[in-house]
């Protein structure tokens, strides 16, 4: 794998490696690109990979090729806390609640140690938790150089360390980001002549597909709302129309809120919201609101300072609401996300891989390497997801015995339902299970049908955040978790702890998801087969994720079950088979028993 990346980087040309579980894909990577004495970046799926890469494999690499290479880790604004915000909140300590105001005094505490400002490296405050949302860097909130705290600004800070060290380690999110600019060759951080390593190559196209349109929150606007109006507040306080206008868009946001909550769907179609007549009514209404306060706000120049940055802020509000109430492409698409806590208006594209074409026709040189890339032993469905033509290819398996050390139970349903089955393998390997679930519908059935069933704790997606739970499962040593696609990948539990794993489907999307609803309606325009080219394809793939979370060193061992007999049955099934290491099959329950009892 070095020696196609090295080739790769001499050549400034593309490549692209399936590199399974165990082959040390970071440092088969890390060397040659070390070694080249370009510019590095390395962008990998989520913050606590790009973490794991900049604390323990990054410095071992360095350390043996080069001690005083600059390096440096980049996240999104979010993950960095805000010095104005703390600052605001703590002078508005009386309005807090006696919590919330404790919360913020060891967040204060907390600044006085941080070198970086990465609210993740904070421990004593919940992740979740409303104070930390309250001080944390947004873009949009954001003051630039009129800030009081601009030459201290962490996330500031962050990005100008990022732009001048020699290796970088990004997460997707703003790898999307800055390909956006590098098209308009306005990026700071991706440069021609550089070298550009996508780790988990696999997600960057759904990310990028997520992450390049518009996107806001009703909460964001209604933040944003607010600050105009406190501006107001304290430096007029005198014109009726404002408040008139302010109370309007409250209730307009309200009204708007509870319609969106009526149709009961968490993600669906923005269509959907103004084919009703009552709610595309109710929506003009809420957008004609934000309008009108933007209008107000030329009542307030020469009179209160700050009056355009607000006015541009409303403004630029409008326009992106009437952009996506008006969105006809075929490319893209806009979705609705809702819970509780949330309301997000999201523009999707459909096809992401125009968006790497500039970087990939350039003279930077780009491996995309992952361990969950081919389907029937080809690369041809994420080369065509990611625009990759003329591109150097390998697929390296796994170095991990798995026709030894593991084997595969698809259970025949003639005597056992799939909760016996469930309960069985459970007590037989004494908890230290993942039961994975492809629908929060799967989680609810089978948490209620095993709780009380079983001796070992449950612990269930929901009751506390992903790492808290993992954190959990560590220290209990004989859990059962039952979580949902969040845990199908990278998640890296080694030895006894995790020997039994339950896959309760194969992991196909619903077609009823708005954004496979919306691909698949694409596919059949260009007369493509949807099932084909699109469920399958990704169904494999996470399918691939799940069997990886049970081997995670050389000497694992463990039990893989799927309680579905459609691999089996049907002709798609193959598949799945090919696509993963070869195992040892049974459909035989005493002999899936006697496989975990020789465990022990």
Known sequence: ????????ISKKSNTIVEAGTGIGKSFGYLVPALLSKKKVIVSTATKNLQQQLYDK????????????????????????????????????????????????????????????GDLNQLNTVNEDAESITSVRTTKNACTGKTCDFYAECYYRRAKSKAMQA??????HHILANELEKFTEYESKLLIEDAV????????????????????????????????FFELYKLEAGDIPSIERGHQSFLIASERLR????????????????????????????????????????????????????????????????????????????????????????????????SKLNSIINSSTACVFTSATMQIDGTLAYIKEKLGLKSVTEAIIPTPFDYQQHAMMYVPKYSHL?????????????????????????SIKRLSKELVGKTQYPLLIQGQAGKEALLKKYRILGNAVLIGSFSFWEGVDIKGRLLSNVIIDRLPFASPEDPLINAKL????????????????????????????????????????????????????????????????KTRNHSTALAFLEKLQ
């Not at 997600?203 to 607010?226: K, M, N």
Request: proline share 2%; hydrophobic share 40%.
């Open 1 to 8: 794998m070095a020696n196609l990346v090295a080739e790769a």
């Open 57 to 116: 494999d990054l410095p071992a690499i360095q350390n043996l090729i080069n001690p005083i290479l600059k390096t440096s880790i980049l996240k999104g604004a979010s993950n960095y806390l805000c010095k104005l915000k703390l600052e605001q909140q703590l002078t508005q300590a009386n309005s807090h609640d006696q919590t919330f105001l404790a919360e913020l005094l060891r967040i204060q505490q907390w600044q006085v140690i941080t070198k970086d």
């Open 166 to 171: 020699d290796v970088v380690i990004l997460n």
């Open 196 to 227: 550009l390593i996508v780790d988990e190559a696999h997600s960057l196209p759904d990310t990028i597909a997520e992450s390049c349109g518009i996107s806001f929150s009703l909460g964001e606007i209604i933040r944003t709302v607010a600050r």
């Open 258 to 353: 509870f319609s969106i909550k009526n149709i009961n769907q968490s993600r669906f179609n923005f269509e959907l919201l103004l084919s009703d007549k009552e709610n595309a009514k109710i929506w003009w209404q809420w957008v004609s609101t934000i309008e009108e306060l933007c209008r107000q706000t030329t009542l307030l120049e020469g009179r209160v300072a700050d009056t355009a940055f607000h006015q541009e802020q409303l403004q630029d509000i409008v326009n992106q609401l009437q952009r996506i109430a008006q969105h006809h492409s075929l490319g893209e698409y806009v979705v609705i996300e809702y819970d509780e806590q949330h309301l997000r208006f999201k523009e999707v594209l459909l096809n992401a891989n």
């Open 417 to 441: 339902d799939d909760v016996r089955v469930c309960i069985d393998l459970i007590n037989k390997n004494e908890g230290r299970t993942f039961i994975l679930c492809s629908s929060f519908e």
């Open 521 to 584: 309606k694409v596919a059949e325009l260009n007369g493509i087969d949807g099932f084909e080219h699109i469920l399958l394809p990704k169904a494999v793939l996470r399918f691939k994720q799940g069997v990886g979370r049970l081997l995670r060193h050389e000497t694992d061992k463990g039990l893989i079950t799927l309680l579905d007999d459609r691999i089996i049955n049907k002709a798609y099934g193959t598949s799945f088979i090919n696509s993963v290491p070869p195992i040892r």
